[in-house]
């Protein structure tokens, strides 16, 4: 499986941004397919993920501001698609953003999208 993330980008604080994270090959596999970060000089954290059934989490810091959805695969529960919502973006949401599919026991990671905030 290979994931393509996108949208990233420099935004004020109270602005809003647009992740899209795309993927490709054995998707039929996917169980869940999520956004994590990273920031400088601290640890990846989740953001928030979502099933093949459309089951959410996320993390403390962002509920109330940010909205995981998904595509499926036609006329199935196959996640090909995920997006992340991020408004009412603050300076501590600055960090690079990865995109992780999960299947059979592995993860699977997109490369990272920056997304600065500014102050």
């Known amino acids: 499986v290979q994931l393509q993330a996108s949208g990233g980008g420099l935004v004020q604080s109270g602005g809003s941004l647009r992740l899209s994270c795309a993927a490709s090959?054995?998707?039929?596999?996917?169980?869940?397919m999520g956004w994590y970060r990273q920031a400088p000089g601290k640890q990846r954290e989740l953001v928030a993920d979502?099933?093949?059934?459309?089951?959410?989490?996320?993390?403390?810091?962002v509920k109330g501001r940010f909205t995981i959805s998904r595509d499926k695969a036609k006329n199935t529960v196959t996640l090909k698609s995920v997006y992340l919502q991020m408004n009412s973006l603050q300076s501590e949401d600055t960090a690079v953003y990865y995109c992780k599919a999960f299947i059979a026991g592995l993860d699977y990671w997109g490369q990272g999208t920056l997304v600065t905030v500014s102050s």
């Open positions: 979502i099933t093949s059934t459309g089951s959410t989490n996320y993390a403390d810091s």
């Open positions: 090959g054995s998707i039929f596999a996917i169980v869940s």
